[in-house]
């Protein structure tokens, strides 16, 4: 290959890796502004309230009269009732289990190798950690409202019924569509449980 032939080829290499990494730049930034420029607040709430299943890893820190707990958990969903969820931290409970199939639960615990099922658990506990949970109170509420701040949008649900799960809010990224994190509140106003969404991925 003469000197000719090799600057031909590699000016041809240079262009072909430079339209496939503008390409690969143009497709990312045009994902990116999808939601925040093309789809307005309402678009970005019915794509939350319509997911069929995610995935996420949340911290969750409970805040009680006498001392403050945190948590690092796993949290996988499926339509119409099918979820689990599993702490990875603290290390004293990590790998415990909790299915959610129907009107069964199922708790497990790997350390211990312990099982146990609970039917028609509804009526025994109520978890708000759940973002489906969230999504379905939404729905059926009729003290439902959304308010927008800065970069987010802020569903709020309240139910006067409730004096510790009084107030529910979910944070919603603009730019992203995706849920960044939750607060519950009691009657007094005092955040009881504070989540902060790590990492989610929402499916529909």
Same mark, same amino acid.
């Given at each position: 290959?003469?000197?000719?032939?090799?600057?031909?080829?590699?000016?041809?290499?240079?262009?072909?890796?430079?339209?496939?990494?503008?390409?690969?730049f143009f497709?990312?930034?045009?994902?990116?502004?999808?939601?925040?420029?093309?789809?307005?607040?309402?678009?970005?709430?019915?794509?939350?309230?319509?997911?069929?299943?995610?995935?996420?890893?949340?911290?969750?820190?409970?805040?009680?009269?006498?001392?403050?707990?945190?948590?690092?958990?796993?949290?996988?969903?499926?339509?119409?009732?099918?979820?689990?969820? $599993? !702490?990875?931290?603290?290390?004293?409970?990590?790998? =415990?289990? +909790?299915?959610?199939? %129907?009107? *069964? /639960?199922?708790?497990?615990?790997?350390?211990?190798?312990?099982?146990?099922?609970?039917?028609?658990?509804?009526?025994?506990?109520?978890?708000?950690?759940?973002?489906?949970?969230?999504?379905?109170?939404?729905?059926?509420?009729?003290?439902?409202?959304?308010?927008?701040?800065?970069?987010?949008i802020i569903?709020?649900?309240?139910?006067?019924?409730?004096?510790?799960?009084?107030?529910?809010?979910?944070?919603?990224?603009?730019?992203?569509?995706?849920?960044?994190?939750? $607060? !519950?509140?009691?009657?007094?106003?005092?955040?009881? =449980?504070? +989540?902060?969404?790590? %990492?989610? *991925? /929402?499916?529909?």
């Amino acid at each position: 290959m003469d000197y000719r032939k090799l600057l031909k080829f590699i000016f041809i290499c240079f262009f072909i890796f430079g339209c496939i990494f503008f390409g690969l730049f143009f497709i990312n930034k045009t994902k990116k502004m999808k939601w925040g420029n093309n789809r307005n607040s309402q678009e970005i709430i019915d794509h939350i309230l319509n997911i069929s299943s995610y995935e996420a890893i949340i911290e969750v820190e409970v805040n009680s009269n006498k001392n403050t707990n945190k948590y690092l958990i796993e949290q996988t969903y499926v339509a119409p009732n099918t979820s689990e969820q $599993e !702490v990875i931290e603290p290390e004293n409970i990590q790998g =415990i289990k +909790i299915i959610k199939n %129907e009107n *069964e /639960l199922k708790v497990e615990n790997t350390k211990m190798d312990l099982i146990k099922i609970y039917n028609h658990y509804e009526y025994m506990t109520d978890n708000c950690l759940d973002l489906n949970a969230f999504i379905e109170d939404y729905k059926g509420i009729n003290k439902q409202k959304y308010e927008e701040k800065d970069n987010e949008i802020i569903l709020t649900i309240e139910n006067k019924d409730e004096k510790y799960h009084r107030t529910r809010m979910l944070y919603i990224s603009k730019e992203t569509g995706k849920p960044t994190k939750m $607060e !519950v509140k009691d009657n007094n106003k005092k955040t009881l =449980i504070y +989540i902060l969404y790590k %990492e989610v *991925e /929402l499916n529909h």
